[in-house]
């Protein structure tokens, strides 16, 4: 009798905070909760950051942190520092694992770490 074949554990890769996702075109969407959060975080009224902060996003269904006129996200500063780390969107937090798409390896410097 055979055993079925298991699936190999999906890898996990470690973000090594090289910046080239921040420099992505496209939305980087964001919840209510996460709109609540940042605006906190970054001491701004709500409503405030909600103006000058984001955009409809491009399916027209919610809201989406702008980009700098460069392209860059408008929260990177310096040698990709992300001024919302500790409360930036699960889009953003959830890359490469929760998320890529084809080719994402090319641009992302990510390091697989382990298969768990």
Do not use: H
Request: include cysteine.
């Amino acid at each position: 009798m055979s055993l079925p074949a298991l699936d190999k554990p999906k890898p996990y890769y470690q973000c090594q905070r090289c910046g080239n996702c921040c420099r992505w075109p496209g939305d980087v969407n964001v919840t209510a909760r996460e709109v609540t959060a940042i605006a906190e975080f970054i001491g701004m009224p709500e409503e405030e950051f909600i103006r000058d902060c984001t955009r409809l996003n491009i399916s027209r269904t919610g809201l989406s942190i702008i980009d700098k006129p460069n392209g860059e996200c408008l929260f990177l500063e310096g040698v990709n520092v992300c001024r919302i780390q500790s409360v930036k969107p699960m889009q953003c937090s959830g890359f490469p694992n929760v998320w890529n798409f084809p080719g994402w390896q090319d641009k992302c410097e990510a390091i697989e770490v382990s298969g768990d």
